[in-house]
């Protein structure tokens, strides 16, 4: 079976057998990322009026419970009901079967060598993405063909996997000046594989948030030129056998009613033939 597409003037075959999930397995009760101090995600077999969740127990079949918090535990997708007080839900917001999306690889800048702008003060600790960094990457790059947006940081430490992120190690985040780039590209749905794409503390500003999904800073009302069906995913991870390009998105959300929800999003290679 041969799939392809017309994309911004070209031919593509899909390389469906190719296709590429960049979600963390998360292995509950052991090593996995976490971010904010948020307690691990965990397991636990179920036990009531005599049945046990688990075979090597002598149950009949295995039943675990779950307990994880989706922003802080391992790859997920959030929307703009992360920042409103209307509780809008992902699964609602995240229809897009197929996205054309690309993968960019960058290395992020110390704080002191970039000129943009950024909410709350800079120490000489924190690394940026910043504006120019993406219009580099960017450039030359139709927006049909960018619909979606993956970001890997370099180094790509295997630890990315298992990394638990503190005050004491502030991980990557974006300038003011990048996403409000991002959002003139008109990207719809962006991923990243650290954990937020705003400083860790921040004094609850969430100021690129905002701005990606255009909502006033300090405001939790969605307006008429907000972004509803836009989408960030945190905390993924690219393998570095894959390479930067074109891609087609499938972005797998669970139909939890809730502003995030863990997320498997897979890629499928784009191959040009004319």
Same mark, same amino acid.
């Given at each position: 079976?041969?799939?392809?597409?017309?994309?911004?003037?070209?031919?593509?075959?899909?390389?469906?057998?190719?296709?590429?999930?960049?979600?963390? /397995?998360?292995?509950?009760?052991?090593?996995?990322?976490? +971010?904010?101090?948020?307690p691990?995600a965990?397991?636990?077999?179920?036990?009531?009026?005599?049945?046990?969740?688990?075979?090597?127990?002598?149950?009949?079949?295995?039943?675990?419970?779950?307990?994880?918090? /989706?922003?802080? *535990?391992?790859?997920?997708?959030?929307c703009?009901? +992360?920042?409103?007080?209307q509780?809008?839900?992902?699964?609602?917001?995240?229809?897009?079967?197929?996205?054309?999306?690309?993968?960019?690889?960058?290395?992020?800048?110390?704080?002191?060598?970039?000129p943009?702008?950024?909410?709350p003060?800079?120490?000489?600790t924190?690394?940026?993405?910043?504006?120019?960094?993406?219009?580099?990457?960017l450039?030359?790059?139709?927006?049909?063909?960018l619909v979606?947006?993956?970001?890997?940081?370099?180094? *790509?430490?295997?630890?990315?996997?298992?990394?638990?992120y503190?005050?004491?190690n502030? /991980?990557?985040f974006?300038?003011?000046?990048?996403?409000e780039?991002?959002?003139?590209?008109?990207?719809?749905?962006?991923?990243?594989d650290?954990?937020?794409?705003?400083?860790?503390?921040?004094?609850?500003?969430?100021?690129?948030?905002?701005?990606?999904?255009?909502?006033?800073?300090?405001?939790?009302?969605?307006?008429?030129?907000? +972004?509803? +069906?836009?989408?960030?995913?945190?905390?993924v991870?690219?393998?570095?056998?894959?390479?930067?390009?074109f891609?087609?998105?499938n972005?797998?959300?669970?139909?939890?009613?809730?502003?995030?929800a863990p997320?498997?999003?897979i890629?499928?290679?784009l191959?040009s033939?004319?």
């Open positions: 079976m041969k799939l392809t597409l017309m994309l911004a003037g070209k031919t593509y075959q899909l390389l469906y057998d190719q296709a590429v999930s960049i979600a963390i /397995p998360l292995a509950f009760n052991s090593p996995q990322p976490n +971010h904010f101090n948020a691990l965990t397991s636990q077999v179920v036990e009531s009026q005599g049945f046990i969740g688990d075979t090597r127990r002598g149950g009949s079949c295995n039943v675990e419970q779950l307990s994880f918090t /989706p922003h802080c *535990n391992g790859t997920h997708t959030e703009i009901g +992360h920042i409103l007080d509780r809008i839900s992902v699964t609602n917001t995240v229809t897009d079967c197929f996205i054309p999306s690309v993968i960019i690889s960058l290395t992020p800048k110390k704080a002191d060598q970039c943009d702008r950024y909410r003060t800079l120490v000489n924190d690394y940026i993405i910043d504006q120019a960094s993406l219009v580099d990457r450039a030359g790059i139709p927006d049909e063909q979606g947006l993956v970001i890997r940081t370099l180094p *790509n430490s295997l630890e990315k996997q298992t990394q638990v503190e005050k004491s502030q /991980p990557v974006f300038s003011l000046d990048a996403m780039y991002l959002v003139k590209r008109r990207i719809q749905h962006l991923l990243v650290f954990p937020s794409v705003d400083k860790t503390y921040d004094d609850g500003k969430l100021t690129c948030h905002h701005i990606f999904w255009q909502v006033p800073e300090g405001k939790h009302e969605a307006t008429s030129v907000s +972004h509803l +069906h836009h989408s960030i995913s945190e905390l991870f690219v393998p570095d056998e894959v390479v930067d390009g891609y087609l998105l972005l797998q959300v669970p139909a939890f009613l809730s502003d995030a997320s498997r999003p890629l499928i290679p191959e033939i004319g």
